[in-house]
């Protein structure tokens, strides 16, 4: 009990130190439990939901097809059940704008992609329907309320009878976009009206377990020969499937990433700054062994001052991200995700892993430091140690150089150098917070370069996506106002490397196409020819892909046969967000394949109304959907709200454990200097003048952790950003000299920050204590 006093004591001793240690760990400990959480919950919400409601793992779509049709189909081997649905879309006006709408038919007895009703009842007869609560909340729509709706040259007039969501639907679009775009849910006994039949043009296949859905879609293409058959899209390919994957992945990537950095740095402090402050308790440790206390006693200890550390530290850093983090991942997701009913709660048990991590290392060290004193006799202990030889520096021997420096100068480096593994200590402390501060800033500027890219690759003012199936007669005039357009079409593919395949995405367009622009990785403009593909740079640097090279491409649209084909690599092209393969059509046709457009890019001419050109597309019955620039500028901003909360926490986080560590280290280091510093303030020394002896070796050991962090910085950069990139996101390195001037020039700044607040410790320096020495 004597003993745990004595630590409440050199606690209460040293405020400022144990509070330090603590920020450092709550700083891991917020990080950690924060991402798990977010990793956690996320994926068994997902898990847990594409099972209740039998997300489809096939779609095929056709211009129609009978029910005994989808009957027959549902013979398919590896089918477990089939259903069938008519799709379609329709327009909502508003004023001075058009809504989109994708409504699906509900089939009878509805088991693959079912609902989740927030409230009200499924649609009963051909006047009602459902739609997306999201969609609703915007418009403030409620249960009875009317909505006219437009189906080609059809106006219709439904009622809402309920809310829903539904986990085909998580992901809308790129910006999840509720104002313009919504999902709605109709009976089939509006089919006939819309359609002028009772005719499907989709199925949903839910596949039994263990089947290989790929054989599944073959088998079923080939009994559609004589059907008319369009395209069939598994659920790995889906846009919201595909979407809400990538984001799983890369939370669990980051919840192991991120908090690892953090504990490491934690524990590179606990180890130095725990086995220092033992080191400079020996003639306690003295005192205890004389008055009996068992070595073991006095190892727990000095072992319970981390592990008091790792609880106040864990706990405080869990309390912040249960009030700071998970409410921001609740907004966020909602914002990114129609994901009804999920919760983001911190589970008890991710407190645990701080608290072990954190106290293990602080054990660790005080064990490391305390058995050497503790093999001392009582008596050798209870002295100070004898001070240290002083030797001639190298410095020194400079001739012409020691004699003409300050004697303040000569002190300081005397000091650095008598004491060369406790000044390397405090360098490590330094250099792995600055890298730490480097590697955040550049992280940052990194996710606003992915931003910006959008606006300088697309150039065009409108897209126009043409219906699925639809033969183009790309001859045909334009509207009045276009300046340039440019037709492009986009194929799924596989990218084979030796035994490894790999989903990705062929985009077909014009070589005089100025509307997309390509860079390579030095933001040199490169152009598209005749003769090659141009790669990504994700999956070039995946795959080790270089200029010159072959690659295998598996066309995996429907009708192809999965025909294989040889490409050689023109360039290779940064693109960070939804990176794609380029060819031309020239080139698409030397394989022996027609080019089909999906998609027409639209340059207006300055002088034209804009709004009138969205409108002549918006009515024509062959387009699907349509974009404009804003929507551009809206992906760019979307890209920026979604990720910049965690990086500027990292930031946040990184700048409280630099500021730890530097006052940590410095707070030891005057502790340990006590009897040099009383020593000079017996000689006359102004308290000033000691205080800037200590400021300017702070400093000098600050500038030389700077310059052994600036090759260390690029390396660690390095491996965050690869961490983080994947085949279907690349993270641009953005690293740069105003990065590393920005970060050093803060790292000097806590610096100054650390010795400001530490002054105090040298005015209350006892010189009696301080002096007294070995007789």
């Not at 084979?496 to 070589?511: D, F, H, M, R, Y």
């Not at 090279?549 to 690599?569: C, E, H, N, R, W």
């Amino acid at each position: 009990m004597k003993l745990f006093l004595k630590l409440l004591r050199d606690i209460k001793g040293s405020v400022g130190q144990f509070l330090s240690f603590v920020l450092v760990v709550a700083v891991g400990a917020f990080f950690y439990t924060g991402l798990v959480t977010l990793s956690d919950n996320l994926s068994a919400y997902t898990k847990a939901n594409f099972n209740e409601h039998n997300l489809s793992d096939l779609n095929v779509y056709y211009s129609q097809i009978s029910k005994q049709d989808v009957a027959d189909l549902s013979e398919v081997e590896g089918i477990n059940k089939i259903e069938g649905r008519y799709t379609f879309d329709a327009t909502e006006a508003f004023d001075g704008y058009n809504a989109a709408l994708k409504i699906h038919s509900v089939p009878e007895n509805n088991e693959i992609n079912a609902l989740a009703m927030i409230e009200g009842n499924l649609p009963s007869g051909r006047g009602e329907m459902v739609i997306d609560s999201h969609y609703a909340e915007e418009h403030q729509y409620r249960i009875g309320d009317e909505i006219l709706i437009r189906v080609a040259d059809k106006e219709l007039k439904l009622v809402i009878s309920g809310l829903g969501e539904n986990m085909e639907h998580a992901k809308k679009n790129e910006i999840q976009d509720h104002k313009n775009y919504g999902i709605a849910y109709v009976g089939e006994a509006l089919i006939p009206e819309v359609a002028g039949s009772s005719l499907y043009n989709e199925i949903l296949v839910d596949a039994k377990e263990g089947y290989n859905i790929d054989k599944i879609g073959e088998s079923i293409e080939e009994k559609s020969k004589h059907l008319p058959y369009l395209s069939q899209e598994s659920k790995e390919r889906t846009f919201s499937y595909s979407q809400l994957n990538a984001t799983l992945q890369n939370n669990r990537l980051m919840s192991k990433v991120i908090p690892l950095v953090f504990f490491m740095i934690e524990a590179i402090i606990l180890f130095l700054a725990m086995s220092r402050m033992i080191d400079s308790q020996r003639n306690q440790v003295g005192t205890m062994k004389a008055l009996g206390i068992k070595n073991s006693s006095i190892m727990l200890h000095y072992m319970g001052y981390p592990v008091l550390v790792g609880i106040a530290g864990s706990i405080l850093g869990y309390a912040i991200s249960a009030f700071v983090f998970v409410p921001f991942i609740t907004i966020s997701n909602a914002r990114s995700y129609s994901l009804p009913g999920i919760e983001f709660s911190l589970s008890y048990y991710s407190i645990l892993p701080p608290i072990l991590v954190s106290s293990l290392f602080g054990i660790l060290a005080s064990y490391l430091s305390g058995r050497t004193i503790l093999k001392e006799r009582a008596a050798q202990a209870m002295r100070p140690k004898p001070p240290k030889k002083m030797k001639r520096i190298l410095l020194e021997r400079i001739p012409g150089f020691w004699g003409h420096i300050p004697y303040s100068f000569k002190l300081i480096l005397r000091n650095i150098f008598l004491n060369k593994q406790k000044a390397l200590a405090s360098s490590v402390g330094i250099t792995v917070s600055t890298v730490l501060l480097i590697t955040a800033f550049g992280t940052q500027a990194s996710l606003q370069k992915v931003a910006s890219q959008f606006q300088k690759v697309y150039t065009y003012d409108l897209r126009v996506n043409f219906k699925m199936g639809e033969v183009l007669d790309t001859t045909a005039p334009l509207p009045e106002g276009v300046k340039y357009s440019s037709f492009l079409s986009t194929l799924p593919v596989e990218l084979i490397k030796g035994n490894q395949t790999e989903k990705a995405s062929l985009v077909v367009t014009e070589k005089e196409n100025s509307l997309i622009h390509f860079f390579d990785e030095k933001d040199n403009v490169i152009s598209l020819e005749n003769n090659g593909v141009l790669v990504p740079k994700s999956y070039a640097d995946h795959y080790d892909i270089s200029e010159g090279d072959i690659v295998t491409i598996m066309f995996a649209a429907p009708g192809l046969q999965k025909k294989t084909v040889d490409m050689k690599v023109l360039k290779v092209s940064t693109q960070y967000s939804s990176p794609s393969f380029y060819i031309t059509p020239e080139y698409l046709d030397s394989f022996g394949m027609d080019y089909n457009p999906t998609s027409l890019l639209v340059q207006a001419d300055p002088s034209t109304n804009l709004a009138s050109i969205r409108s002549y597309f918006a009515q024509a019955p062959y387009v699907d959907t349509i974009a404009d620039k804003t929507d551009l500028s809206k992906e760019a901003q979307y890209i920026l709200q979604q990720n910049s909360f965690v990086f500027i926490m990292f930031i946040i986080c990184s700048v409280v454990l630099s500021f730890g560590t530097i006052y940590t280290i410095s707070s030891i280091n005057i502790y340990e200097r006590n009897r040099e510093l009383a020593t000079l303030k017996v000689l006359g020394y102004q308290k000033n003048k000691i205080n800037r002896l200590i400021f300017f070796e702070n400093i000098i050991i600050t500038t030389f952790s700077v310059l052994v962090a600036l090759p260390i910085c690029g390396y660690v950069y390095t491996l965050v950003v690869k961490g983080l990139s994947s085949t279907h996101q690349q993270i641009p390195d953005q690293l740069n000299s105003f990065i590393i001037s920005v970060s050093a020039l803060l790292a000097f700044m806590l610096t100054i920050l650390a010795n400001l607040m530490l002054r105090r410790k040298v005015t209350s320096i006892n010189m009696i204590e301080a002096l007294k020495s070995v007789e």
